[in-house]
């Protein structure tokens, strides 16, 4: 079992950066790979970005690339997405997600993700 809290979330204004954070309990964090989706009401849950267990691999949807930067800190069992110039149509609940199978790849499908947080939202003001 994995436990995830993310944290982080606000009401900002376009152009602001904010920094999200997902701690993981549990299992060794360093073991699986994990990821950020976000979900717009009335929307799909989206992926946004994705890290290997080393951090070597890295993937992000096109929305967000060059804006976003995901990372993690295998020993405070930390993730972390680092959000900069963002713009309304960021605004949603972001979930941190555990994928226990893909330890060593950035993975986008959602179906390859084992444990999910309870999400945090994040709103943006145009």
């Known amino acids: 079992q994995v436990q995830l809290v993310e944290s982080g979330g606000g009401l900002v204004q376009a152009g602001d950066s904010l920094r999200l954070s997902c701690a993981a309990s549990?299992?060794?964090?360093?073991?699986?790979?994990m990821g950020w989706f976000r979900q717009a009401p009335g929307k799909e849950r989206e992926f946004v970005a994705s890290?290997?267990?080393?951090?070597?691999?890295?993937d992000y949807a096109d929305s967000v690339k060059d804006r976003f930067t995901i990372s993690r800190d295998n020993v405070k069992n930390t993730m972390y997405l680092h959000m900069n110039v963002l713009k309304p149509e960021d605004t949603a609940v972001y979930y941190c997600?555990?994928?226990?199978?893909?330890?060593?790849?950035?993975?986008?499908?959602?179906?390859?993700?084992?444990?999910w947080g309870q999400g945090t939202q994040v709103t943006v003001s145009s």
């Open positions: 997600a555990a994928a226990l199978y893909f330890r060593d790849l950035a993975v986008r499908s959602r179906g390859a993700y084992t444990y």
């Open positions: 549990g299992r060794t964090f360093s073991n699986f790979a």
């Open positions: 890290i290997s267990w080393s951090a070597v691999n890295t």
